[in-house]
């Protein structure tokens, strides 16, 4: 038995249909929904997190990949765990393997818990520290892909949190301000409070009062969420006085 098909035995052992089901309804798995199409055998992530701790160091990146290809959620979802975890500890050669094998697999990382979870952390992380390669931000901020848009914004995180960088969330949110999906005008309004939060309000505010006149009002209450009431409500109607 490989190492891979003792990966996927022991996802097997720990499949749960009834919560199969919950995940499949929570993560809009029905027809013209996000997640259409995707299957579940029911794993929570900290059991999936807990199979990728066990066997990552012991897993090629072309295991790795073949297990990004499978049509299970928690087998993608553990792959990419495993990709984060190998990247924290590889040489900038592997590094860069790493990161070109996460960008070159976009379509099997179709879902906002597959992105968030990893995307930070080798794309972000990767842009950060080779920041000549900031355009790929864009490009991907440009893509059709609901889920390359949302790499894109995710990325930053690393620049806002790690880097106290405020710029490339500011400039990939005005890139997709006014993209109609609401998993994207969560993202945006999501990594906006970060800047406010980690870097400076000052910034955030000044961000939306020049935007407010077509900033969707899910980023405005994602972005303002944790201002006091007296405050959203004077911010939710353009009062940035």
């Not at 309804?25 to 701790?53: H, M, N, W």
């Not at 500011?170 to 939060?197: F, Y």
């Amino acid at each position: 038995m490989t190492e891979l098909t003792k990966i996927q035995a022991e996802i097997t052992a720990n499949a749960n249909p009834e919560k199969a089901v919950i995940l499949q309804r929570f993560f809009k798995t029905g027809a013209g929904q996000y997640g259409e199409g995707d299957k579940f055998l029911g794993l929570v992530v900290p059991i999936c997190r807990k199979i990728s701790k066990k066997y990552y160091k012991d897993l090629s990146l072309n295991s790795i990949e073949q297990l990004l290809h499978s049509p299970w959620h928690e087998e993608r979802q553990i792959a990419l765990f495993m990709l984060v975890l190998q990247f924290d500890k590889a040489d900038a050669d592997k590094q860069k393997h790493i990161f070109d094998l996460f960008l070159n697999n976009t379509r099997y990382i179709n879902n906002w818990d597959l992105v968030d979870c990893n995307t930070p952390r080798v794309v972000g992380r990767y842009i950060y520290e080779h920041q000549q390669l900031l355009p790929t931000l864009d490009k991907l901020a440009d893509s059709n892909s609901l889920w390359e848009r949302r790499i894109a914004i995710l990325s930053t995180m690393y620049f806002t949190v790690i880097g106290g960088d405020p710029t490339p969330t500011l400039r990939i949110v005005k890139k997709l301000l006014t993209d109609n999906h609401d998993l994207i005008q969560k993202a945006n309004g999501w990594m906006l409070r970060e800047v406010g939060k980690r870097i400076d309000e000052t910034i955030l505010i000044d961000f939306l009062r020049q935007n407010y006149d077509h900033m969707p009002r899910t980023t405005l209450r994602y972005a303002i969420e944790k201002f006091k009431p007296a405050v959203r409500t004077k911010y939710l109607a353009g009062n940035f006085n």
